[in-house]
């Protein structure tokens, strides 16, 4: 969505002589944008503080050439614009007149707060949904096993499906508000007990599938400083999208090094890979590069953006190499929980 610059024009600013002298700006005695006019009060332009970086005497021959935009152009526009001039202020005008200027903290905080107020009904929304949807999950868990042969019986199983994807999504949007928010639990873990925890979770998905899950823990366990539950969503992201994207009777093996500083989790499959195309998108939010998996299986398109924010908010990494047609590795490196 398009929104103009019209409301946050402002037309106070200090207006200059452009045959005064330039030592005046430059020793402070003016601040702020500085609308530029000549001897019969006609605006010649606006100085920025990168003009004042130039070595001249008069304020008329710093001043650098830079667009008026209009009132009715959107922020992003306006950002671009002031991007390519490096400029903090522009002037603003509406069919031959110059009404005002336009400034870049303005702009960006207008931005600021109005994806802050829509994390917030976002957050507010997903709440809202959580519990009726799940209600109704519960309550296709309890009709499913008396109606299996009925005629309603697959309609409700993909009722069902479609409820639980729903929550998946519901929870993600919860989680990343909270992200957003800054919300951490911070603790020491061992990555063999956090480890095992996200394998025992994806045990029953991977051999509903038939692929084979291998794993190798560290001896000794590895310490590390994390927020446990989050770094759990992450980890199990990770191994449900091998599920995901590996065919029946395919191989996914978990390893655990110690890495120096870090305890590097690598996640390997033998599936279906990204395509290089996709590869640089893979961490987008809602990214493009989601795929239905290699047996249907919906995509939100938030997990991955979740792993990596959660993962880096951590101080670690993570990374991945892939190739189409062969399968995918991710390697996850975590600080170390330095003991003494």
Known sequence: MQVSIASLVRNEARQVNGYTAAAL???GAYSGPLVITDDVNQVMGILNEKDLQKPYTLIIDCISDKPVVSISQDIKEVLDIMAEYQADHLLVGEGDQIIGTISKQDLVVHLKSAVDEQSHVLHELAHDLKSPVASVITLMNLLIPDLSTHAFGDLLRQTQTACQHVLELIEDMLLLAQMDQGQMRWSDAGVNDLLSECIQVSEVAAKNKNIELNYALAAPSISIYCDRLKLRRAINNIIDNAIKFTPATGKITIDVRDNQHFAQISITDNGI???EALQKHL???FTTAKRPGTNGEPSSG????ISHRIITKMG????????????TTFYLDLPKYATS
């Open 316 to 327: 670690g990494k993570l990374l991945f190499e892939s190739k189409e047609g062969k399968g």
């Open 283 to 285: 961490f987008d939010r």
């Open 302 to 305: 938030l997990g991955m953006h």
């Open 25 to 27: 700006v430059k020793t």
């Open 273 to 275: 890979g990204i395509p």
